[in-house]
């Protein structure tokens, strides 16, 4: 079995998958129950488990902020399905979305200028006080686990996209949405900072072409790391 930065690597490198080859039919209702299964468990024991550290998390926010504590947000799930996301809010509620928007389209454009600055959690303006640590940690995407109870989205699969970026993917990266969205995946525990959003789709394609129960689980081992160091935030 390879390893995970072999394989991340690996899938990187390649180019996008025109002709997928996906879990054979006949073992396929299997693989999606066992996932339905290890999603429902996995995310209700972690729910409880870090329920003082969202807690926590929550009362930063109302503290440090005004607005809502949580942020809703419809984002389009498998098979172009929309649902409302939830995630602890970390950003001022009077943010300026409109550069960064410009700045993923000129990235999926291949427009983006060399000199270009990237958004980072340190340079980002439109974080609250607490926004930041909240992200580095991914203790704002603790409430999209009950986004998973409810179905909406698996633990592993691609990043959950807003309609504006559905828009722009084509059908180039049309095969991602054949599959639940994730809280995370392999351009997660790849390391966000280190690829860009074309890597980032390239990998989602790749994964909803390979996709194992084998390879769900060691996505979400290698998640607890990168959670605990702090690299798996964008």
């Excluded at 025109?18 to 299997?30: A, I, V």
């Excluded at 960064?100 to 974080?127: C, H, I, K």
Aim: proline share 6%.
């Amino acid at each position: 079995m390879k390893s995970m930065n072999a394989l991340t690597e690996e899938l990187v490198a390649q180019p996008p998958v025109l002709t997928l080859h996906t879990t054979p039919e006949s073992d396929s209702w299997l693989y999606d129950l066992s996932k339905r299964v290890l999603d429902i468990a996995v995310s209700s024991a972690v729910l409880v488990i870090s329920s003082p550290v969202l807690l926590i998390g929550m009362l930063a926010v109302r503290l440090t902020s005004d607005g809502p504590v949580v942020f809703k947000q419809k984002r389009i799930g498998q098979d172009g399905i929309p649902f409302t996301i939830l995630k602890l809010r970390t950003m001022r509620v009077d943010a300026d979305h409109s550069a960064q928007r410009a700045y993923n389209e000129a990235e999926l454009r291949g427009e983006l200028a060399d000199d270009v600055e990237e958004f980072t959690l340190e340079s980002d303006p439109r974080m609250t006080p607490v926004g930041g640590v909240l992200r580095k940690y991914s203790v704002d995407e603790l409430p999209q686990l009950w986004n998973v109870v409810r179905g909406d989205m698996s633990l592993v699969g691609p990043r959950p996209s807003c309609d504006w970026e559905v828009e722009l993917f084509g059908s180039r990266y049309a095969s991602r949405m054949s599959v639940p969205p994730g809280i995370t995946g392999l351009w997660q525990v790849a390391g966000r900072r280190t690829i860009d959003m074309r890597g980032m789709l390239e990998l989602d394609v790749q994964y909803a072409a390979r996709r194992s129960f084998l390879l769900d689980l060691m996505i979400l081992i290698r998640t607890i790391p990168a959670v605990l160091r702090g690299t798996g935030a964008s």
